[in-house]
């Protein structure tokens, strides 16, 4: 007799995903991606990468040759260490971090035992989410804001509520004014973590502001009624500053260590192929932070952790900084030349002017439309240069709208040579749209 395994196999059940794969959409950094590698030849504005040429592998090479010349340091490099990672490392941040606030480690509020060393700080970030947030609890952070740590937060069932940013950083009045709206409504309880990008922000390139950083702190406190409410501050660009004061962190401001998580990372001032991150918490959310990391991973890659020791011991880490921050900033200064040399001049196109970080955040004109699925984005890959559209990096407002006239620029990956043909190319389209859209608005009158 004939089967036709083709009509006798069973239907395939469908799989049952949980209820957190549901809510978990694709990080548009995908799609960028994606588009890229489709369209060679075209000036990446988009990538948030740093600059390959700049990347320390002279030092690195050094670093790991010294490394496993001594077979007991080699073997201790390649074996597991501990889940909140190896504590010399950790020591060796707690110093750095004090360099970088210019004050005496002793005064931080916190000791090397409440620093986790994570996989990025992208771990780190995910883990207080984790630690902290039950679906439907409220994040508060800024319109716009980095759209991977939105997108972890919605995935964890966050309800994230935005407040506006100008160029002194989030607004925290706003912030007061929500905090005071959700207590009237009963739902204080709710709120859990404030999310803020301090240092020349993702995707704005802007700094909060000293006066802020010391209100947002007192407005937590004076909110941290029933619950304390943490600040998560995400400290990623820090070290890549060209100009400008070197403001203390919020969570130096905090010498009790109660209210203020910080974020680092080496991926911006030394290698992301390193994918080391280093956080400093309260205790009581550490303790709960290493026992999810225990489930994630029980530590991240200790040879990585080796590396960067040694590259903070041997100078080698402040040197490559001051490398990057030459290079970053001549970048930066190109960038902001080609703008003002290219872009149309129209009262409602304006841009950032980064005092350190990766990115230039572009406002064009309300009534251009640069989201993904817009002819300007189309028209700017056929051009030969692509952005990412900064609809990603907004919260929608009460109706469910999002701005579509962003743009967020990134000097970071791009070749130097290629900023000013990429904003002259981008430019053109700009330029193009704009003249389009007053056409379309003088034929409607
Ligand atoms: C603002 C911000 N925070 C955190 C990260 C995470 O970086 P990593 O996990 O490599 O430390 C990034 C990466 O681009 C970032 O832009």
Redesign the pocket.
């Known amino acids: 007799m004939r089967t036709d395994a083709k009509h006798s196999a069973p239907a395939l059940p469908p799989l049952p995903l949980s209820s957190k794969a549901r809510r978990t959409r694709e990080q548009p950094i995908s799609f960028l991606i994606s588009t890229a590698l489709h369209n060679p030849g075209l000036i990446n504005l988009a990538a948030?990468l740093v600059d390959p040429l700049t990347l320390p592998v002279e030092e690195c090479a050094q670093i790991t040759r010294e490394l496993f010349a001594d077979r007991a340091r080699g073997r201790a490099a390649l074996q597991y260490d501990t889940t909140a990672g190896l504590r010399d490392l950790r020591r060796e941040l707690l110093a750095h971090m004090a360099r970088l606030e210019g004050v005496d480690a002793g005064t931080l509020g916190f000791t090397a035992e409440q620093i986790v060393l994570?996989?990025?700080?992208?771990?780190?970030?995910y883990l207080v989410g984790d630690a902290l947030v039950d679906p439907g609890d409220i994040v508060i952070a800024a319109n716009p804001s980095?759209f991977?740590?939105t997108g972890t937060l919605s995935s964890l069932g966050a309800n994230v509520m935005a407040v506006p940013m100008d160029e002194d950083g989030m607004d925290v009045e706003a912030v007061a004014t929500l905090l005071a709206g959700l207590e009237r409504e009963g739902k204080l309880d709710r709120v859990k973590l404030i999310y803020c990008?301090s240092y020349f922000?993702?995707p704005t390139g802007l700094t909060l502001s000293l006066d802020r950083r010391k209100r947002l702190l007192e407005i937590v406190r004076g909110y941290s009624k029933r619950h304390r409410i943490l600040i998560q501050e995400?400290a990623?660009?820090r070290e890549l500053r060209y100009d400008g004061p070197a403001l203390p962190s919020i969570k130096a401001m905090d010498p009790e260590n109660r209210y203020t998580i910080i974020?680092?990372?080496?991926?911006?001032p030394f290698a992301?192929g390193l994918?080391?991150?280093y956080t400093a918490m309260p205790d009581d959310l550490l303790h709960a932070v290493l026992q999810q990391k225990g489930n994630h991973d029980f530590g991240s890659a200790n040879l990585t952790q080796h590396i960067a020791l040694q590259a903070l011991r041997d100078g080698s880490y402040t040197r490559h900084v001051d490398v990057l921050v030459a290079s970053y900033r001549a970048k930066r200064d190109a960038i902001l030349k080609a703008l003002d040399r290219y872009m149309p001049k129209n009262p409602g196109l304006t841009w950032t002017h980064p005092h350190g970080g990766?990115y230039v955040w572009v406002t064009l004109p309300e009534r251009i439309d640069a989201s993904r699925q817009s002819t300007m984005f189309e028209s700017c890959i056929a051009n030969g240069v692509m952005y990412v559209p900064g609809e990603y990096c907004f919260q929608p407002d009460e109706s469910g709208k999002i701005p579509r006239n962003h743009l967020r620029l990134s000097f970071g990956q791009v070749d130097p040579k290629q900023i000013e043909p990429g904003i002259e190319r981008l430019a053109q389209v700009v330029a193009q749209q704009m003249s389009e859209q007053s056409a379309t608005s003088t034929l409607a009158l």
């Open positions: 948030g994570t996989t990025g700080s992208q771990q780190a970030l980095y991977v740590y990008t922000d993702n995400d990623a660009y974020s680092n990372t080496f991926s911006k992301p994918k080391l991150g990766l």
